[in-house]
């Protein structure tokens, strides 16, 4: 069975064009391949919270968790950590939001990003635990950012899951979304001509 891992990440939900594009995807993924089992994990509905300091802790030496606090936010870091281990294949949606991913992703990406785990450092520097997983990445833009030095999301992204082994990354834009109606429609369509491209 090949576990597809959906992310969501827009604060809307059913106007959201990234999720509803990564829908898109998921679903032609699905339909291709039989054995696939999708699961989703909404974080604009349920936001991961901030990593703190008494939770990191915890990520240095499990035995230090002793509150209630601590004991959840390390359970929720191992939950997060197994659901991305056991899964295949990454559909992420992703809007640009003040000029970079949303912050919950971020959140997100600091309680998955955990030494001994999904990364290692060694004597020649870090090096990604995690393998054989390929990632479609929708990026959703009111503007049009792609190619200029304001595409911070895309640099970032692939350094992110590149730092832990995830280095097949497929990338689909959808632009123009607070440009006026035409740009929105042209950037809707591209979006699908890209997604229909590469699936
Ligand atoms: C808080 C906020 C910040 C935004 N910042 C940007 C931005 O920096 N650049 C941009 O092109 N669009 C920006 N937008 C527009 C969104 O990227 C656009 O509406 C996109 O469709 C949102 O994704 P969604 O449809 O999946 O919710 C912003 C929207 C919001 C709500």
Redesign the pocket.
Known sequence: MTILLQI?????ET???????ADKVSEKLLTKFADMRRIKRDL?KHPVPHLDHDTFQTFLDPNTAVTSAQKAGLARSDILISELKDAQILVL????????IPSTLKSWIDHVTRAGQTFAFTEDGPVGLLKDKKAYI?I??????LGTS?DLATAYLRSAFGFMGIVDLEFIY??G??MGDEAAKAGLHAASLAIRALI
């Open positions: 969501n990440t827009s604060m809307q106007a959201s064009q990234s999720s509803n594009l604009g949606g992703v809007p640009m939001y003040n000029l970079m929708v959703a833009q009111g503007g049009n950012f304001d959808v632009q979304l607070a």
